[in-house]
């Protein structure tokens, strides 16, 4: 259900540049006018800039870009993911906080976010570069009802969510490189590590890690690394807002996993799919020492990498990355 504060939000952006009166917001709100007033004083701590002009009434000058449990869960569209939000200014990695508060019993959809990472990783054992306030850098804990084998069809899940929610701006084309690196003109944008903690048999709980690459200009990508990172703004050239960026992954993520434990992974693959970087091409790819090229047809039913034998059937990979640029 929507909370006071979100729909206080929402009548006050709705309202544009005019004011809107304590009376009327306090006959929609169905609360007084004093908590009228204590709300507004809220929304400015978190960084909201309110006008208040007597007997006229209120009006939002600027909104917060500030992110906040409180800024991220106002405008939040969803049911369970992030009905718990942990936000830190600086952590090591958001890995790491989700996971002690996973094994502490935070619930499933608790979201962990960070302004800055002081030692971000990503996979392979990978440095994850996490700049303040210049990017999304959160960890998502998940307690699927799926055995162990099936989670990574969850980071495939994931982005594919982010692609979609890419998807949905002017001026963005993103691809998914397989499994899950999200890339705009063949550039990395986005990546995601699914670590998780399971017996045999049954997942404990999964934490996917969603590190996007927003504001950064130029100069705050590290030099190595330039020739295949990218961000949004670099694509753009204009400023992005990355709580609502948030707030569409965590909706889009939500939407994508009910209709996973719904429908299975068929779904999830013909979106992933139609993202697909490279499918249909002759691509290399390379595990431990092992190196081979072929043709990438797609993922198969259960998220392998599939591409085409020497024979000519549809062989089925299971751990390989694909060498995208030949510094790799
Ligand atoms: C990759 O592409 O190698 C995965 C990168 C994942 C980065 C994110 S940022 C938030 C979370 N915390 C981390 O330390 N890593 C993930």
């Keep these: 259900m929507e909370s006071t504060r979100s729909k206080l ?23 007084s006018r004093t908590a009228i007033w204590k709300h507004m004083k809220e929304l400015e701590k978190d960084g909201y800039v ?19 449990s409180n800024t991220i869960t106002w ?10 939000i942990i936000h830190k200014p600086t952590v090591t990695s958001t890995q790491v906080v989700a996971h002690q508060a996973a094994r502490d019993n935070s619930p499933h959809g608790t979201v962990v976010i960070a302004d800055e990472q002081s030692s971000g990783r990503g996979r392979m054992e990978r440095v994850w570069h996490s700049k303040k306030g210049k990017g999304v850098w959160m960890s998502i804990i998940l307690r699927p009802n799926i055995p162990p084998y099936m989670a990574p ?15 949905q701006y ?74 609502e960026l948030v707030q569409k992954i965590l909706e889009g993520l939500e939407k994508e996993y009910e209709s996973f434990l719904k429908k299975g992974f068929g779904d999830v693959k013909s979106k992933w799919e139609n993202y697909g970087f490279r499918i249909g091409e002759m691509i290399s790819l390379h595990s431990g020492t092992e190196k081979k090229e072929a043709v990438f047809l797609g993922i198969a039913e259960d998220g392998a ?14 751990s390989a990355e694909i060498d995208w640029f030949v510094e790799d």
């Design 153 to 167: 069809q969850l980071t495939l899940m994931t982005a594919t969510a982010i692609a979609e929610v890419l998807d």
């Design 50 to 68: 309110i006008e208040a002009k007597p007997k006229t009434g209120y009006r939002i000058k600027k909104f917060s870009g500030n992110v906040s």
């Design 9 to 31: 939000i929402r009548l006050l952006a709705d309202a544009k540049e005019s004011y809107i009166s304590g009376q009327q917001l306090s006959e929609q709100l169905h609360i």
């Design 170 to 243: 002017d001026g963005i084309q993103p691809n998914i490189k397989w499994p899950n690196d999200i890339l705009i003109q063949n550039k990395k944008v986005a990546g995601i590590l699914t670590e998780m903690q399971a017996e045999q048999d049954r997942i404990q709980y999964v934490v996917v890690g969603i590190g996007l690459n927003v504001n950064q200009d130029n100069t705050e990508i590290p030099d190595a690394i330039h020739y295949r990172a990218t961000s949004l703004k670099m694509e753009t050239e204009k400023e992005w807002p990355i709580i």
């Design 305 to 318: 990498l599939l591409i085409e034998s020497s024979k000519g059937e549809a062989e089925k990979i299971y």
């Design 75 to 84: 405008g939040l569209n969803t049911l369970w993911i992030g009905k718990e």
